[in-house]
């Protein structure tokens, strides 16, 4: 909000007060009500900001919690795989290699990278999967509050701390 939506109409020259008692100032009483009423106001905010950031830990709990087993359910797939289903799969085409002609090692060399390339699949899977365990988005609301605040390549204070460990 600008201070000039708080102007008056007349392009900000300020009447002064009338004289006398057309001008009356509030009250102790009610200027204490105000007061009140706005602590109330902020309490309230608070504690609307308090539930908020619970129910954002909440939600990336249960998300943590889901990507978690999914990441262990694509490493159970890429151990499974990796160990059982592909030896027998690369001892038959080894075997079907050998029988077009190629030597052992042109049919050894085919399989190990088919392998890899499988195995990196599911490494990159898991790796995808655990980084929603990170709770990344209440770290940020807590950053916002001054709650939570990681060291950053700029601090001053966190080279302070890394030149004391390199000594």
Do not use: C
């Amino acid at each position: 909000m600008s201070d000039q939506s708080q102007l008056p109409p007349d392009g900000g020259a300020a009447n002064p007060p009338p004289d006398g008692d057309a001008y009356k100032a509030p009250g102790l009483d009610e200027s204490i009500r105000e007061v009140g009423q706005a602590g109330r106001a902020t309490v309230d905010s608070a504690k609307h900001t308090l539930r908020s950031l619970r129910r954002l830990a909440s939600f990336e709990f249960a998300l943590a919690r889901s990507a978690f087993g999914r990441a262990l359910a694509w490493s159970g797939v890429a151990i499974v795989f990796g160990a059982s289903a592909w030896l027998l799969l690369a001892g038959t085409l080894i075997a079907l290699m050998q029988r077009w002609g190629l030597s052992w090692f042109h049919s050894l060399l085919i399989t190990s990278v088919l392998s890899l390339a499988v195995t990196g699949y599911a490494i990159w899977r898991v790796s995808f999967f655990f980084r929603h365990t990170g709770m990344h988005a209440t770290r940020r609301q807590l950053a916002r509050l001054g709650l939570f605040d990681e060291p950053h390549d700029d601090d001053p204070e966190g080279r302070d701390d890394e030149t004391e460990r390199t000594r």
